[in-house]
DNA sequence: CGTCATACATACATGCATGTATTTTGTGTG
DNA sequence: CACACAAAATACATGCATGTATGTATGACG
């Protein structure tokens, strides 16, 4: 069966490609090996020999998606923009532009979104997911404590509030666009979206302070 | 065995807290009957006399939580307002209000958004969530439609990108929130943020159109 | 006081996924 | 041409979760 160096590396892909297709389709705890065997065209023992079991295959299928978060938020060039705030907005737009292109992508993001389950044996590695969450998130934080302490940012927004208010705007945004299959133009919907929020941050929303905007 | 009707009642709900907890812990594809029937200080016979399988139990544990977001959003009721933003605006603060005290939607929730594979058998049980879900996402749209209708809605909105970023923006509120463990102020970030975006709706933005608000 | 249905516990059969051991097949190499 | 080894298939042992069948004690009821 041994074709070749290349061969061999082809079926890798073929397997991840398979686990990608299996795990998106029936969720990553109800498939067992033996179907993402057959997906790929192959019996267990090729998986078997190219990963150690369905964590480690996981991994591999996360790893090779990479999810392109840090690419488009290097905070240190953020931090050192003039306008912090324009510098995340035109980042996160170059996000909502970006993600509708990557294919793989998405339906990696929707395996680790909708379809594992938070916990027990994937808890490790849905770590590194987590973990570039909070990291995402704890960053982000950075650039809403600086902008505070240059008195940019609004009352009656604190650095706290205001990160916490752009993450869940933002993962709210991607969450429900994945969800809906993209029932819905991202940058359509993102764009006055991010522009709303980030206005309100700048101080240039009417009203405030009212426990409703004015009718 | 058979203490009295009050008595079996009681083991009924024992086993429902214990599934709700090892649900929680443990995921739901990862929890095994004999886990919850240890929980519950119970054997399986227990659970197999009050419960068909695994799927009703859960279905059973999703049903006495009741989410209750329906409660505050009679559609109806939002439609007969006056001002349907206000009154839109109102109804969901009042459930960034209510949902810190709902200890066990909490969980319940946590359990269907995180700790629980959204395909295979649960499929059938998770289609009310999804159904709620796109039900409430329909609703909203009829509200921003009649706003378009009636010429309230500001450039660019429109009825579509409207009512998904109010959407995308309430459930990332409530996904973020849970997912942190309750790590921010529901009202302190959600009310500036539904501010922003009500104000938005109605026009009172500055600078639309143009790729980054005003520094 | 005996009988019956309820409310469980226990025992058992089945299937299936996993992990590992073994075998087969092809491939480059001296 | 023989040989060693990589790549994968096959075979096997184990464990475990499920569903169901059976057992059993208890309260209700005449």
Same sequence: chains 1, 2.
Avoid at 1 to 19: F, N, P, Q, V
Wanted: hydrophobic fraction near 45%.
């Amino acid at each position: 069966m041994r074709r070749t160096k290349e061969c061999a590396d082809r079926t890798r892909e073929a397997i991840l490609d398979a686990a990608e297709a299996v795990f998106f389709r029936q969720g990553v705890a109800a498939t067992t090996l033996s179907q993402i065997a057959e997906a790929a065209g192959m019996t267990r023992g090729a998986i078997y020999w190219h990963f150690q079991n369905k964590l480690d295959l996981f991994r591999a299928m996360q790893d090779r998606a990479h999810l392109p978060k840090e690419r488009f938020f290097d905070v240190d060039r953020l931090l050192a923009a003039e306008d912090v705030f324009a510098a995340l907005f035109e980042a996160t737009l170059e996000l909502l532009r970006f993600a509708p292109t990557d294919g793989r992508g998405k339906r990696v993001y929707t395996i680790l979104l909708f379809r594992c389950e938070y916990v027990g044996e994937m808890q490790e590695a849905l770590a590194c997911l987590r973990e570039s969450e909070s990291d995402f998130c704890a960053r982000t934080e950075r650039i809403f404590v600086r902008a505070e302490s240059e008195g940019r940012l609004a009352s009656p927004w604190t650095a706290k509030t205001a990160s916490s208010a752009y993450f869940a705007a933002v993962q709210g945004l991607f969450t429900h666009w994945l969800k809906t299959d993209e029932g819905f133009d991202l940058m359509a919907t993102g764009q006055p979206m991010l522009e709303a929020l980030f206005s309100s941050f700048r101080g240039a929303g009417p009203a405030r302070g009212r426990a409703a905007p004015d009718a």
